[in-house]
């Protein structure tokens, strides 16, 4: 009998921030990953990997807010925990938080790691004609797979963050949160 190795993975925790702008209309905060790193300039919810300070991942998820776009906890209203994703080529478990926020008068962002700050329209992004697809290759792939993204302006929101948005985005439509 052959044994397979369960391959490691990383626990990681983003929060999606939410709340309604002063038209009334649900907006979710994204960030545009700085240069460096694996997800440089990709768009994605604030968040990391789990440090061993952090005593749950939610507790991941606040630290790595606060540090990424200056959001303190006392400004998150915890709204749920959604379900648990694994990227499909960086070796991530990532633990979604859902979160109504209360927005500053301005963003703050930590340079470093964070080029931008997006908040965008819940009806930007279930419009039609907002999801697309394209050819991505990785190293890890072994060949190239069709990807699914969605248009937020002249950027296009990919992997794990598409999988987490085109599962949240009609229990958002439908009301199932008070936003």
């Given amino acids: 009998m052959v044994q397979t190795s369960k391959k490691h993975l990383v626990e990681a925790a983003v929060l ?3 709340y309604r702008d002063k038209n009334d209309e649900i907006r979710l905060v ?3 990953r700085g240069k460096g790193g694996i ?4 768009l994605a919810f604030p968040g990391g990997k789990r440090d061993p ?3 749950s991942m939610l507790a991941a998820a606040l630290r790595e807010t606060r540090e990424e776009i200056g959001l303190s906890p006392d400004r998150i209203k915890i709204l749920a925990s959604l379900r ?3 990227t499909r080529t960086t070796g991530y478990l990532v633990f979604p938080f859902l979160a109504r926020v209360t927005p500053p008068s301005k963003w703050y962002r930590n340079e470093r790691e964070i080029a931008e700050i997006i908040a965008v329209r819940l009806g930007d992004l279930a419009r039609p004609g907002a999801e697309g697809e394209e050819i991505k290759q990785f190293p890890t792939w072994p060949e190239p797979r069709q990807t699914p993204f969605y248009r937020v302006g002249t950027y296009k929101v990919w992997g794990v963050t598409y999988r987490i948005l085109h599962s949240l985005i009609p229990r958002l439509l439908a009301g199932e949160w008070t936003i």
């Fill in 16 to 18: 999606i921030p939410v």
């Fill in 30 to 32: 994204l960030v545009r």
């Fill in 39 to 42: 997800y440089g300039g990709q």
């Fill in 53 to 55: 300070h952090d005593q």
């Fill in 84 to 86: 648990v994703v694994e």
